[in-house]
């Protein structure tokens, strides 16, 4: 089995609470799968498809597995200034925590290295689940 590692990170990073990916088998490719209760998109054929044959689709991470949240504590801990960290720390506590951290490390002229950070772990994590499922990537 093979898949694109690009159309992996792709689903990692835009799955969500009305998205599922899974990557078909006899296909060789990364499927979404949209709740239709939430979104009105219909998925008839992947669900036969997934109630029929589930041994021929597997799983990919959804955000519950991917940790967002711990991306950015494990980001700032990697910066040398103590300035940006405890400022992007300070930003990550209570509510709205998501729009603060955007807003400090545009402030902190820092985005850049955020953006290349998390690329990376999505990368990552991306090798990682193709690895664990014996799927060669390209």
């Not at 992996?8 to 009305?18: G, N």
């Not at 992947?46 to 711990?70: C, G, M, Q, R, S």
């Not at 820092?110 to 953006?115: G, H, I, P, S, T």
Request: aromatic residues 16%; charged residues 30%; proline residues 1%.
């Amino acid at each position: 089995m093979k898949v694109e590692l690009d159309k992996v990170i792709e689903a990692m990073v835009f799955c969500d609470y009305e998205f599922e990916y899974f990557y078909d088998c006899s296909k060789e490719e990364t499927v979404l799968y949209a709740d239709y209760m939430l979104t009105g998109v219909d998925n008839s054929e992947l669900e036969e498809a997934l109630d029929n044959n589930p041994d021929n689709f597997i799983a990919l991470p959804t955000k519950f597995e991917i940790h967002e949240y711990k991306m950015m504590k494990d980001f700032v801990a990697t910066l040398n200034s103590e300035l940006s960290r405890v400022k992007l720390y300070h930003s990550l506590r209570g509510k709205g925590a998501f729009r603060r951290f955007k807003n400090t490390l545009y402030t902190l002229k820092l985005e850049q290295a955020w953006y290349s950070y998390k690329d990376n772990r999505y990368e990552q994590m991306a090798k990682e689940w193709c690895q664990e499922n014996n799927i060669i990537w390209y």
